[in-house]
C-alpha cells in the first residue's frame, strides 16, 4: 500500500460518522417547498434591487412581476405623498442596512406602510398594516448573497382589535396589552407558513437551472467543462435553499405518506422535539409517542389528506424531555420525484398559551370584582333608603304635632332637615340607576335620535320658558341601539348644555352628525365651555364640571353616559374651550341602517 493511501486510510478511520445523509428530494423539490406556503415573499440582492417576488406578494401590493423584477424596492414601493409624516420607507431601509451591515435577520415592529393601488387607480394608496421580517442569506464566503423581506398583511386585524373601546377602563388597559402580545404572536406564527413560499421558490429556480443543463447537455455534448459549470451552480444554489430549510425558526418535518416515517427534519424541529435528526430519520411519529391526543392527530391526518392542506391547528406535544408544547401547525401534501410527502410546520406558541390564561384569570378576576361592586352599591344605595324615610316621616310628625310651639328658627331648621332628605332620596335613586346599567339587557333596533332631541329640547323649554335658546337639530339621524338608554344619553348631554349656557342671553345647542372618518355623533353649545386640562375627570362619577355654582345635580350625568356608551361598544370624548362653549362626541359600532 502506498504512503498516499495509508494516509487516506487514517482519515477515513478518524473521520466522525456523521449520521443519515439528508435525502437527496431532487433540486426541482425544494423550489416546491418554497412555493408550497401563500405568505407574500420577496428577495432582494445586496443592491436592494428586486430578483424574485411570489404571487402571494404580487396579490398583497398589487404589483406585476414583470414590471417590478430587477428595479429598487423604494422606487416600487414609496411613501404615501399625501401623508406627510410616513415612516414605512424610513424604518424599512434601516431594517435592510441593519440585515446587511450585522448578517442576522431583524423582526420589525408592527408598521403602517400604504400601499399604491393598480395604474387605473390614479396613483391611489390604500392603508396597510404589516409585521414584516427580514433575513439574511449568507454565501460561503459569509457576505449576504440575498435578502429575504418577508411580510403579512394584519391590516384587518389592526383595524378589529383597535377599533373599539371597553367597558372598563382597567379590562381596557388589560385587552390593549393583549392586543399587543396578539400581533406580537401572530407575525411569529405565520412563520409557519412562510417557508413553503421561500422552499417553493428555490425549487423553480432550481427546476429552470435543470432544464437549462439539459439544454446544454444536448446542444454541447463534448463541451464537459460547461457542464460541470452547471452542475455546480445546480448544487450551490440546492445548498442555498437546504441553508433556508435548516435556519428558519419554524420546526418543520418531511414524512412518507406510503408509511409516516420521517425523511428531514430541520434544526428548529430538533429544538423543539428534543430528538436529533439522526434519531428520527426512518422512523415514524407513533414511535415517538409525542402527540399528546392521538384521536386529534388522526383528525388531524385526516383532514390533511380531505383538504390538501390544514393551516394554524393548536396541538399540544411532548418533546423527549416530557415538556408540554404547544404548537400552532400547518401541513400541506408535497409530490416529491412522483411519491407523497407530508410537509409539516410547527410554531411554538407555549408562551403564548401562558399569556392566555393569566389573561382569562385577569378578566374573570375583573368581571367578578365588578359584580361585587355593583350589588355593594345597589344593597349600600337600597339600604340607606330606610333610615331615609323614618327621618322624612318623623320630620313630618313634628311639624303636625309641633309646628304651632316650635320658633322660626326651628321651623326652618325642621324644614332644611326635610329638604336634605329629599335630596338625598333622589341620589340613592340616581345611584341605583348607576348600578342598574351594567346589568340591563340591551334592547337593539333602529332608533330615531333625532326625534328623541327634539322630545327634550321641547321639555326644557317648557320648563323655563322665558330663555332664548335656539336648538339646531338635524332630522333623520338615526342609530341601531338600545331607545331607552338612548334617550338618557340625549337627556344628560342636552340637560349639561341647556345648564352650562345659562348665562348665555342667546344660548345655541346643537346635535348632528360630525365628519371624523366614521359615524360619529355631537352635542354642541356655546356656553360656559371646558378646560381640557381636567378633560380625564369629566366622565368619572360625582365628579362636577367647573362654574356649576348653584346647578343642580350629583355629578354623575356624564359618567352614565360613559357607561351606557361602552355598553353599546362605541366611546365618548368631550372638546371644548373656557369660555367658548363645548362639544361632546359619541360612536355606535356600524350597523346597516336606513340613513
Excluded at 109 to 135: G, H, M, T
Aim: proline content about 4%; overall charge negative; charged content about 30%.
Amino acid at each position: 500500500m502506498s504512503r498516499e493511501d495509508e494516509i487516506g486510510q487514517e482519515n477515513s478511520e478518524k473521520r466522525p460518522d456523521p449520521g443519515p445523509e439528508r435525502p437527496d428530494l431532487g433540486s426541482a423539490d425544494y423550489r416546491l417547498l418554497f412555493n408550497g406556503v401563500p405568505s407574500p415573499c420577496l428577495v432582494l440582492d445586496p443592491a436592494l434591487r428586486i430578483v424574485a417576488v411570489n404571487d402571494a406578494y404580487l396579490r398583497a401590493t398589487m404589483t406585476n412581476r414583470e414590471e417590478i423584477l430587477g428595479r429598487d424596492i423604494f422606487d416600487v414601493f414609496p411613501d404615501n405623498p399625501s401623508e406627510a409624516d410616513c415612516t414605512g420607507v424610513r424604518n424599512l431601509r434601516a431594517s435592510l442596512d441593519f440585515v446587511l451591515s450585522n448578517r442576522v435577520s431583524d423582526t420589525m415592529a408592527l408598521q403602517k406602510y400604504d400601499i399604491r393601488k393598480p395604474p387605473e387607480s390614479n396613483d391611489e394608496f390604500e392603508v396597510r398594516y404589516w409585521c414584516p421580517i427580514i433575513s439574511p442569506i449568507l454565501g460561503e464566503d459569509g457576505e449576504v448573497a440575498y435578502i429575504v423581506h418577508r411580510v403579512e398583511d394584519v391590516t384587518e386585524l389592526v383595524q378589529l382589535k383597535l377599533g373599539g373601546a371597553t367597558e372598563h377602563q382597567p379590562f381596557g388597559e388589560i385587552q390593549e396589552s393583549a392586543v399587543r402580545k396578539d400581533l406580537e404572536i401572530y407575525t411569529r406564527s405565520q412563520e409557519v407558513a412562510e417557508i413553503n413560499h421561500l422552499l417553493k421558490l428555490g425549487n423553480e429556480d432550481l427546476a429552470r437551472q435543470r432544464q437549462q443543463l439539459e439544454e446544454t447537455n444536448r446542444r454541447l455534448e463534448s463541451e464537459i467543462v460547461e457542464r460541470k459549470k452547471a452542475e455546480e451552480a445546480l448544487r450551490e444554489s440546492e445548498q442555498k435553499f437546504i441553508k433556508i430549510f435548516d435556519t428558519v425558526p419554524v420546526g418543520i418535518t418531511i414524512s412518507s405518506l406510503a408509511d409516516g416515517r420521517f425523511v428531514d427534519i430541520n434544526r428548529e424541529g430538533e429544538r423543539l422535539s428534543g430528538y436529533r435528526r439522526d434519531e428520527v430519520i426512518g422512523r415514524t411519529a407513533h414511535e415517538f409517542n409525542i402527540w399528546k391526543d392521538p384521536a386529534e392527530r388522526a383528525d388531524f391526518v385526516a383532514k390533511v389528506l380531505t383538504e390538501g392542506a390544514v393551516r394554524d391547528r393548536e396541538m399540544i406535544f411532548r418533546t423527549k424531555q416530557g415538556r408540554t408544547l404547544f404548537g400552532l401547525v400547518s401541513a400541506t401534501i408535497l409530490d416529491i420525484r412522483g411519491e407523497k410527502h407530508f410537509l409539516t410546520l410547527v410554531n411554538d406558541i407555549t408562551k403564548r398559551k401562558s399569556a392566555e390564561l393569566t389573561l382569562q384569570g385577569a378578566k374573570s378576576d375583573l368581571e367578578a370584582a365588578n359584580r361585587e361592586l355593583e350589588a355593594f352599591n345597589f344593597t349600600v344605595a337600597h339600604d340607606l333608603r330606610q333610615p331615609l324615610n323614618l327621618i322624612c316621616s318623623y320630620n313630618q310628625m313634628i311639624e303636625r304635632m309641633c309646628g304651632e310651639q316650635l320658633s322660626g328658627e326651628c321651623k326652618d331648621y325642621l324644614q332644611k332637615s326635610y329638604a336634605a332628605t329629599l335630596n338625598m332620596d333622589k341620589l340613592i335613586g340616581v345611584l341605583l340607576d348607576f348600578s342598574r346599567l351594567g346589568r340591563v339587557e340591551l334592547k337593539r333596533g333602529e332608533v330615531d335620535l333625532s326625534a328623541l332631541a327634539h322630545e327634550m329640547a321641547a321639555t326644557l323649554t317648557a320648563l323655563e320658558p322665558g330663555r332664548q335658546v335656539e336648538f339646531r337639530i338635524a332630522d333623520g339621524i338615526l342609530a341601531h341601539a338600545d331607545a331607552s338608554l338612548m334617550k338618557i344619553v340625549l337627556d344628560n348631554l342636552l340637560g349639561n348644555a341647556w345648564k352650562y349656557t345659562g348665562t348665555r342671553e342667546k344660548a345655541v345647542i346643537e346635535f348632528g352628525l360630525a365628519e371624523t372618518g366614521e359615524r360619529t355623533y355631537f352635542v354642541r353649545d356655546n356656553g360656559n365651555g371646558l378646560d381640557m386640562s381636567q378633560a380625564g375627570q369629566l366622565f368619572t362619577a360625582f365628579h362636577r364640571l367647573p362654574g356649576t355654582g348653584s346647578s343642580k345635580g350629583f355629578g354623575i350625568g356624564l359618567a352614565t353616559v360613559e357607561r351606557i356608551i361602552g355598553r353599546h361598544g362605541g366611546r365618548v370624548w368631550a372638546e371644548g374651550e373656557p369660555g367658548q362653549g363645548a362639544s361632546f362626541y359619541f360612536t355606535l359600532p356600524p350597523t346597516e341602517i336606513s340613513s
